[in-house]
């Protein structure tokens, strides 16, 4: 078996040696970007059937009730719903304060 160069590295089929390797030029690389790890993402999307355990109901009741109307911040992606957590929690806040619950 033949060894292979050790300044050619190979790349898919073909063989591209070092020198030709490109690399970011330091003047270019932007100081402030942040890593996806240090980027403040939304927090994920609630399915219909964790929104029905988090309600304590079927997921047959959450359907009726988004084709209704009364539950907001439905968002439908594809054939299947997700729900906003911030929007529920909003939501259910407002109406446990309107139902007499705890502040």
């Known amino acids: 078996m033949e060894k292979p160069h050790p300044y050619i590295v190979s790349v898919g089929r073909r063989h591209v040696p070092k020198d030709r390797h490109r690399a970011i030029p330091e003047n270019v690389v932007n100081k402030g970007v942040r890593s996806r790890s240090e980027v403040d993402l939304p927090p994920p999307l609630l399915t219909v059937q964790e929104l029905a355990v988090l309600l304590s109901t079927s997921s047959s009741g959450i359907y009726s009730r988004v084709a209704r109307g009364q539950i907001p911040g439905a968002l439908r992606i594809g054939r299947s ?23």
């Open 81 to 103: 719903l997700r729900f906003d957590p911030r929007v529920i929690a909003e939501w259910l806040s407002a109406n446990k304060a309107s139902a007499g619950g705890l502040p």
